[in-house]
């Protein structure tokens, strides 16, 4: 069995360098960091994992990024409403279908640790992670939605994220609160 953290939308590296610094058992683990964000490409130098600059998706290819004015933000999700995210300002870069990845780089007995934040995209990947399967290799999952945002989101579609989350006892932990469930 294999510990492993994937970070989804990694940003600066906040989430990873916070489990590395409080997590006891943190060297124990594989390290994988999704950003597509160039501009955070030299965030993670002082981070012992893999640096993945696709974006998270449900298929493999190229997929438009807009980035942000606030803090480099970014979004896949091109038709949002999300402030401090120029959608006028758009790079193509490449995506990878998350599900099929998971599935072809771990077994359902390695202990995964996945972190999502990825401005909207949740709403595309965790509903094919339920479909093929995938989201039965995670154990915890960290993150947060951003309803209401991005494609006229509404509780409905939280809802239906949570209520299929549950079915896989798994739900949306906060890091600072939750660090104690982590092996």
């Given at each position: 069995?294999?510990?492993?953290?994937?970070?989804?939308?990694?940003?600066?590296?906040?989430?990873?360098?916070?489990?590395?610094?409080?997590?006891?058992?943190?060297?124990?683990?594989?390290?994988?960091?999704?950003?597509?964000?160039?501009?955070?490409?030299?965030?993670?130098?002082?981070?012992?994992?893999?640096?993945?600059?696709?974006?998270?998706?449900?298929?493999?290819?190229?997929?438009?990024?807009?980035?942000?004015?606030?803090?480099?933000?970014?979004?896949?999700?091109?038709?949002?409403?999300?402030?401090?995210?120029?959608?006028?300002?758009?790079?193509?870069?490449?995506?990878?279908?998350?599900?099929?990845?998971?599935?072809?780089?771990?077994?359902?007995?390695?202990?995964?640790?996945?972190?999502?934040?990825?401005?909207?995209?949740?709403?595309?990947?965790?509903?094919?992670?339920?479909?093929?399967?995938?989201?039965?290799?995670?154990?915890?999952?960290?993150?947060?939605?951003?309803?209401?945002?991005?494609?006229?989101?509404?509780r409905k579609d939280d809802a239906f994220i949570m209520k299929n989350l549950h079915r896989?006892?798994?739900?949306?932990?906060?890091?600072?609160?939750?660090?104690?469930?982590?092996?």
């Amino acid at each position: 069995m294999k510990k492993i953290l994937i970070d989804c939308g990694a940003h600066v590296g906040g989430f990873t360098k916070f489990f590395l610094r409080n997590v006891p058992t943190s060297k124990e683990y594989e390290i994988h960091l999704f950003e597509p964000n160039p501009r955070f490409k030299d965030s993670y130098k002082d981070i012992k994992g893999t640096y993945h600059p696709e974006a998270v998706w449900i298929s493999d290819g190229e997929i438009e990024l807009a980035l942000g004015t606030y803090k480099a933000l970014g979004s896949t999700i091109i038709d949002g409403k999300k402030k401090y995210i120029d959608y006028n300002n758009k790079i193509t870069v490449k995506c990878i279908d998350f599900g099929k990845w998971i599935k072809d780089n771990f077994n359902k007995d390695d202990y995964i640790v996945l972190k999502m934040n990825m401005e909207g995209a949740e709403y595309e990947v965790l509903p094919k992670m339920f479909k093929d399967g995938s989201i039965e290799y995670i154990n915890l999952l960290f993150g947060e939605l951003h309803k209401g945002k991005f494609r006229g989101r509404t509780r409905k579609d939280d809802a239906f994220i949570m209520k299929n989350l549950h079915r896989h006892n798994l739900s949306f932990l906060r890091m600072r609160k939750h660090i104690g469930l982590i092996k």
